[in-house]
């Protein structure tokens, strides 16, 4: 059931689709983009993008299968996911959307944008996953792995997470960099110092992390599914695409961008050097990234 809500957000709720329930967001009026959440998150990673409906932009944002009211059943794989996005265009009665892939929902906007080219009239990755992926504390320990994915663990963990971001919001980024960054300190402590001052952005990010008994089962799923993840998948692309991505990302490095300049896509990669390591949508990076993102979906849109 989709309720109504207030400002820029028009719709929330469960859209019943031929491939099952999607929980999503709509905000704004026009043409339609659909934003892929990153992991953890969910339909409420979204707020990240909140200028595109401001700017005359109509954004789906919709929990990934196994987080919040998204199961799983309505697809594991990421060309599912990819199936899902398009069945979710049909029960809205839209006929096509761009596709923005944050982070871990790289592989399922390159899936939309590759399955159904003639649903997909642009294509946007920021700090994407497109080959792939482990995480890096994952790959150096598998049994942290395995504790961070415990709802002993990670439920206390993430709700932790979520009250020094936004009770120390500085104390919080700077551990945060020293996991998602390759900056050296005085570059993280300047960092630190700027992720947390816009405070929308920032408690969208944190909240997004819970409640983790919400969002446990898409994270499993992702931390699976990743590791497959192959770049030769999405050669036959022809959406027009830009490729946002941070020179000091410690989780997804550049290398996942020229993974798909490799495969001979016809994309547009734009780095972002003041980027603060894996978080282009916070700091000093934030408004170039939204600038890049607009004009581009401007420059395509139906």
Same mark, same amino acid.
């Given at each position: 059931m989709l309720l109504l809500l207030t400002t820029f957000t028009a719709l929330a709720g469960v859209v019943e689709t031929a491939r099952g329930p999607v929980d999503v967001t709509i905000t704004g009026e026009g043409p339609a983009v659909l934003v892929f959440h990153g992991a953890p998150g969910g339909s409420d990673q979204g707020e990240l993008l909140a200028p595109l409906a401001e700017a005359g932009f109509q954004v789906l944002a919709l929990s990934r299968p196994g987080y919040l009211d998204t199961p799983l059943s309505s697809g594991a794989t990421y060309a599912a996911q990819g199936d899902l996005a398009a069945a979710l265009l049909d029960a809205l009665g839209l006929d096509q959307a761009a596709a923005v892939g944050l982070s871990a929902g790289g592989?399922?906007?390159l899936a939309f944008a590759a399955r159904h080219p003639d649903r997909s009239w642009a294509l946007v990755l920021e700090a994407a996953v497109v080959d792939a992926y482990v995480p890096p504390d994952q790959a150096e320990n598998e049994l942290l792995g395995r504790l961070i994915l415990s709802p002993l663990v990670a439920g206390p963990t993430f709700r932790m997470l979520r009250r020094n971001m936004l009770r120390h919001p500085e104390r919080a980024a700077a551990r945060l960099l020293a996991l998602e960054s390759t900056l050296d300190a005085p570059a993280r402590e300047a960092c630190a110092a700027q992720l947390g001052q816009d405070p929308v952005p920032w408690a969208a990010l944190a909240d997004s992390f819970v409640p983790y008994?919400?969002?446990?089962a898409g994270l499993r799923n992702?931390?699976?599914q990743l590791a497959g993840?192959?770049?030769?998948?999405?050669?036959? *692309? $022809? %959406?027009?695409t830009l490729l946002q991505y941070s020179p000091s990302d410690a989780d997804v490095p550049v290398r996942h961008a020229q993974a798909l300049l490799d495969q001979g896509v016809d994309a547009t990669l734009v780095l972002h050097p003041s980027a603060c390591g894996h978080f282009l949508w916070l700091g000093p990076s934030s408004e170039a990234v939204a600038a890049e993102r607009?004009?581009? *979906? $401007? %420059?395509?849109s139906p």
């Open positions: 592989p399922a906007a008994r919400h969002r446990r992702d931390l699976t993840v192959d770049a030769a998948d999405w050669s036959g *692309l $022809s %959406a027009p607009l004009a581009f *979906l $401007s %420059a395509h």
